[in-house]
């Protein structure tokens, strides 16, 4: 596995302990203001992690237009278009 997905991997990793503090805050009646801070947190790391997927994602689409252009332009406009949809 190359740096760039280990590196987005750990990411989704951290963000998957965010979220089982959160339920487990959750399920312990934790105080409301410290949920909201916590689902932030975690909103703000999957736009960061969404960001970097983005980021390794159009240099792989550079490399391969190369060898089509227009196909490599169309798939990372679909994605990118998918990506902005859920922001």
């Given at each position: 596995m190359d740096e760039k997905r280990k590196k987005?991997?750990?990411r989704f990793k951290r963000i998957e302990g965010q979220l089982r503090?959160?339920?487990k805050m959750v399920e312990n009646e934790g105080p409301?203001?410290?949920i909201l801070i916590q689902v932030s947190a975690v909103t703000a790391a999957m736009k960061r992690a969404g960001a970097a997927?983005?980021?390794a994602y159009m240099e792989e689409c550079m490399r391969k237009s190369i060898e089509n252009p227009e196909q490599a332009m169309?798939?990372?406009q679909?994605?990118?278009t998918r990506?902005?949809?859920l922001a």
């Open positions: 987005i991997l750990d503090g959160l339920q409301c203001e410290d997927v983005i980021q169309t798939d990372f679909k994605a990118l990506y902005v949809d």
